[in-house]
């Protein structure tokens, strides 16, 4: 029966642990786009010749930027369906 709340406890924090790693993902990648795109637009205002070299310069960056949420996702995805704490009371 000790098994089974142990199996419970760690359930609960894996699903805590993954939705904060979704959702604090996806709030600094949102604060990053933000700042990203209101520094691109600043730039091209000031000198609208240099844009396409932003523009090109803004999406790398974006994509960059993508991929902190895509390893979060990745990461919460691993300790749902595969969870390695669980080995720890299987055993």
């Known amino acids: 029966m000790e098994n089974i709340a142990l199996y419970a406890e760690i359930a609960k924090f894996t699903v805590i642990a993954a939705g904060l790693l979704i959702g604090l993902g996806a709030l600094g990648t949102a604060i990053g786009f933000a ?27 974006a994509g960059l930027l993508d991929a902190v949420p895509i390893i979060g996702v990745a990461i919460a995805l691993l300790l749902i369906f595969a969870n390695p704490f669980l080995s720890a009371i299987a055993g």
């Not at 795109?37 to 844009?51: D, H, N, W, Y």
Request: charged share 20%.
């Open 35 to 61: 700042i990203l795109g209101g520094k691109f637009i600043e730039g091209s205002a000031r000198q609208p010749e240099l844009t396409p070299m932003l523009q090109t310069k803004m999406f790398i960056v």
